[in-house]
């Protein structure tokens, strides 16, 4: 059994910074990857940041200069500093960790609220 604990959404005025966090713990044989995704209402959940194991990430193209993800491997941890961000950037925020020897997990989302 896998699990994962987000922290760190809130409230913040536009231009401001937040920082997720998400700790993995249990099962975990083989990951592969970990990210964030988030989705807001009425629209499709969609993937903000993604750390592969071989070192390489992605990124969405409308957080790319504004968010960074970071990933400590030994500790299962995965964070996303996001600066600058934006009212669009308003959303549940999830983790996501993917192991190659038994598929995807998800936390249960912290919420991100960006507004004057």
């Known amino acids: 059994q896998v699990h994962i604990v987000e922290s760190g959404g809130g409230l913040v005025q536009p231009g401001g910074s937040l920082r997720l966090s998400c700790a993995a713990s249990g099962s975990i044989f083989r990951l592969s990857a970990m990210g964030w995704y988030r989705q807001a209402p009425g629209l499709q959940r969609e993937l903000v940041a993604r750390?592969?194991?071989?070192?390489?990430?992605n990124y969405a193209d409308s957080v790319k200069g504004r968010f960074t993800i970071s990933r400590e491997n030994a500790k299962n941890t995965v964070t996303l500093q996001m600066n600058s961000l934006k009212p669009e950037d308003t959303a549940v925020y999830y983790c996501?960790?993917?192991?190659?020897?038994?598929?995807?997990?998800w936390g249960q989302g912290t919420q991100v609220t960006v507004s004057s």
């Open positions: 750390s592969i194991t071989d070192g390489s990430t």
């Open positions: 996501n960790i993917i192991t190659v020897a038994s598929g995807s997990y």
